[in-house]
């Protein structure tokens, strides 16, 4: 995928924006907008978030695991989405335990305020010309 980015993207107009469809894991963004990818979508985020994998800075959290049944922290202490705000990893943990519904919208949340914050993130960077 980075060979064929590294050759096509200099062909393309410099004044329109680059969209790359269906790439949404974390490394390859990073890949990507070195190599002048503008924008993406992707499932990613939520088929992730559907199966309790949880996006933080520090990789990702598995809510399945046991480690979480008592954990009575957020998913990740310094984000602002509302899941994280409200519930607890062992609220969700009994909530994917239990197949409630209410756990993949919890996540999903999570997971695409996750994403948001990064491309955010991204978007200073660029702007800065650190990128
Ligand atoms: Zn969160």
Redesign the pocket.
């Known amino acids: 995928m980075t060979d064929m980015l590294s050759y096509v993207v200099p062909l393309l107009p410099e004044t329109k924006p680059n969209h790359l469809l269906g790439i949404g894991d974390l490394p390859s963004i990073d890949q990507c907008i070195a190599l002048g990818i503008d924008t993406f979508d992707s499932s990613h985020p939520t088929r992730c978030a559907r199966h309790g994998l949880l996006f933080t800075k520090q990789g990702n959290v598995k809510i399945l695991n046991s480690a979480n049944k008592y954990c009575f922290e ?3 202490c310094d ?3 509302l ?2 705000q409200k519930y607890t990893r062992a609220y969700i943990h009994h909530l994917f335990k239990a197949k409630e519904i209410t756990a993949y919208s919890l996540a999903s ?2 997971n695409l ?2 994403m948001v914050s990064l491309m955010q993130s991204y978007r200073h960077n660029i702007l800065e010309g650190q990128i």
């Open positions: 957020p998913i990740e984000c602002t989405c899941t994280c949340i999570h305020h996750f």
